[in-house]
C-alpha cells in the first residue's frame, strides 16, 4: 500500500516537471527524470536506455541535459568540490554517447555510482521532514568518559580512577496467571542496564594527558596538574577526541588518552 503510494505520488511530480526545462529542477526532479523508471508501466528510466542502446537521440541528450543541470546544482549535503567531481564523470560519459564517440555505455556504467554518490551527497531526512545530520567525527569515536581521579601511586607509575560502567543486572518480577480459573504466581525474569561506579587502576605507561585545547601535558607538568579528587575526561578508544567535543571543555579540563594515539589532537 505504501509502495503504491510512493509510486503515484513520483508520478504525479514527474508529469508537473516534464515541462520544466532542465535548468530549472531540483536535484531530486533531475533523479526522478534520470534515474526513476519513466510514467509508462514496465518503461525502464532514462538512464537503463541509454546504457542498453535502446535511447533515441532525444533521450540520450536529454540525459546529457539532466547531467549538466546536476552539476550545476548545489547538493544539500557534502562539499561542492566532491560533487563536481561526481557530476563531471557523468556529463563526460553522457557526452561521448551524444557525440557517438563510445560503442557502448561502460564508461557511463562505470560513472554511474549510485551509492556512492548518495552516500556522500543525499540528504536523510526525519519522518517530520527535518534534515538528519551525519554522526561524522562523533560516530569515529567514543566520546571520553567523565572519571574522578582517586590515587596516584607512591612510585607514580599508575594512578586509580572512579568511572561509571554499565551492567546488566537480572531481577525476577512476580506475576499472577490465571489458567482453568485457577490462580498462580510465576516468576519473569526482568533484564535492567545499571551503572555501577567501579574503581579502577590504570598503568601510567598506557596513557597520556592532554589539556582541552588537545596540546599534550608532559613532564613533571603532568604531576603539577593531577591531584587527586579532581574530575577529568578519560578516553577509552585509540582515536583522537572530536575537536568538537574539546570545544566544550573548559580550559582546566584534562583527557586521558591511551598512550598508543599517534599524535596529540592539536597537531593533526
Ligand atoms: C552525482 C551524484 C548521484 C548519482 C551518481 C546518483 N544519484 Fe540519485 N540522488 C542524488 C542526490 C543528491 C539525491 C537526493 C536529492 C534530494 O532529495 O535532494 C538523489 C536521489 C535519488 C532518488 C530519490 C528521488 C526522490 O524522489 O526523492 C532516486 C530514486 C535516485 N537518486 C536514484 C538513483 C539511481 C538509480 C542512481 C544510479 C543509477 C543514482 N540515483 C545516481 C545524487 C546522485
Same mark, same amino acid.
Given at each position: 500500500?505504501?509502495?503504491?503510494?510512493?509510486?503515484?505520488?513520483?508520478?504525479?511530480?514527474?508529469?508537473?516537471?516534464?515541462?520544466?526545462?532542465? +535548468?530549472?529542477?531540483?536535484?531530486?526532479?533531475?533523479?526522478?527524470?534520470?534515474?526513476? *523508471?519513466?510514467? /509508462?508501466?514496465?518503461?525502464?528510466?532514462?538512464?537503463?536506455?541509454?546504457?542498453?542502446?535502446? /535511447?533515441?537521440?532525444?533521450?540520450?541528450?536529454?540525459?546529457?541535459?539532466?547531467?549538466?543541470?546536476?552539476?550545476?546544482?548545489?547538493? /544539500?549535503?557534502?562539499?561542492?568540490?566532491?560533487?563536481?567531481?561526481?557530476? /563531471?564523470?557523468?556529463?563526460?560519459?553522457?557526452?561521448?554517447?551524444?557525440?557517438? $564517440?563510445?560503442?557502448?555505455?561502460?564508461?557511463?556504467?562505470?560513472?554511474?555510482?549510485?551509492?556512492?554518490?548518495?552516500?556522500?551527497?543525499?540528504?536523510?531526512?526525519?519522518?517530520?521532514?527535518?534534515?538528519?545530520?551525519?554522526?561524522?567525527?562523533?560516530?569515529?569515536?567514543?566520546?571520553?568518559?567523565?572519571?574522578?581521579?582517586?590515587?596516584?601511586?607512591?612510585?607514580?607509575?599508575?594512578?586509580?580512577?572512579?568511572?561509571?560502567?554499565?551492567?546488566?543486572?537480572?531481577?525476577?518480577?512476580? $506475576?499472577?496467571?490465571?489458567?482453568?480459573?485457577?490462580?498462580?504466581?510465576?516468576?519473569? *525474569?526482568?533484564?535492567?542496564?545499571?551503572?555501577?561506579?567501579?574503581?579502577?587502576?590504570?598503568?601510567?605507561?598506557?596513557?597520556? %594527558?592532554? +589539556?582541552?585545547?588537545?596540546?599534550?601535558?608532559?613532564? +613533571?607538568?603532568?604531576?603539577?596538574?593531577?591531584?587527586?579528587?579532581?574530575?577529568?575526561?578519560?578516553?577509552?578508544?585509540?582515536?583522537?577526541? +572530536?575537536?568538537?567535543?574539546?570545544?566544550? %571543555?573548559?580550559?582546566?579540563? %584534562?583527557?586521558?588518552?591511551?598512550?598508543?594515539?599517534?599524535?596529540?589532537?592539536?597537531?593533526?
Amino acid at each position: 500500500m505504501i509502495r503504491t503510494l510512493f509510486l503515484l505520488s513520483v508520478t504525479l511530480f514527474t508529469s508537473i516537471t516534464a515541462s520544466l526545462a532542465a +535548468d530549472e529542477l531540483t536535484i531530486q526532479q533531475i533523479e526522478q527524470r534520470a534515474h526513476l *523508471p519513466g510514467r /509508462a508501466a514496465g518503461k525502464k528510466p532514462l538512464y537503463k536506455e541509454v546504457l542498453a542502446g535502446t /535511447a533515441t537521440k532525444e533521450q540520450k541528450q536529454e540525459l546529457l541535459d539532466l547531467y549538466l543541470a546536476l552539476a550545476k546544482a548545489k547538493p /544539500a549535503k557534502g562539499s561542492q568540490e566532491a560533487w563536481q567531481k561526481a557530476t /563531471a564523470t557523468l556529463v563526460t560519459a553522457a557526452q561521448e554517447i551524444v557525440r557517438g $564517440e563510445v560503442k557502448d555505455g561502460s564508461n557511463l556504467q562505470a560513472a554511474l555510482n549510485c551509492k556512492g554518490c548518495h552516500a556522500a551527497h543525499r540528504p536523510v531526512y526525519a519522518i517530520d521532514g527535518t534534515l538528519v545530520e551525519d554522526a561524522g567525527d562523533f560516530g569515529t569515536a567514543a566520546p571520553p568518559q567523565f572519571v574522578k581521579l582517586a590515587n596516584i601511586s607512591k612510585d607514580k607509575l599508575s594512578i586509580s580512577v572512579y568511572a561509571f560502567e554499565p551492567h546488566v543486572e537480572t531481577s525476577f518480577r512476580e $506475576e499472577e496467571v490465571e489458567a482453568d480459573g485457577v490462580k498462580s504466581v510465576r516468576k519473569v *525474569p526482568v533484564m535492567e542496564t545499571v551503572q555501577l561506579l567501579r574503581q579502577s587502576q590504570i598503568s601510567l605507561a598506557y596513557v597520556r %594527558l592532554f +589539556d582541552s585545547t588537545g596540546k599534550e601535558v608532559k613532564g +613533571d607538568e603532568v604531576w603539577n596538574r593531577l591531584k587527586p579528587g579532581m574530575t577529568l575526561l578519560r578516553q577509552t578508544g585509540s582515536k583522537q577526541v +572530536d575537536p568538537v567535543l574539546l570545544k566544550l %571543555l573548559s580550559p582546566e579540563a %584534562l583527557i586521558l588518552a591511551p598512550s598508543i594515539l599517534p599524535s596529540s589532537p592539536a597537531e593533526k
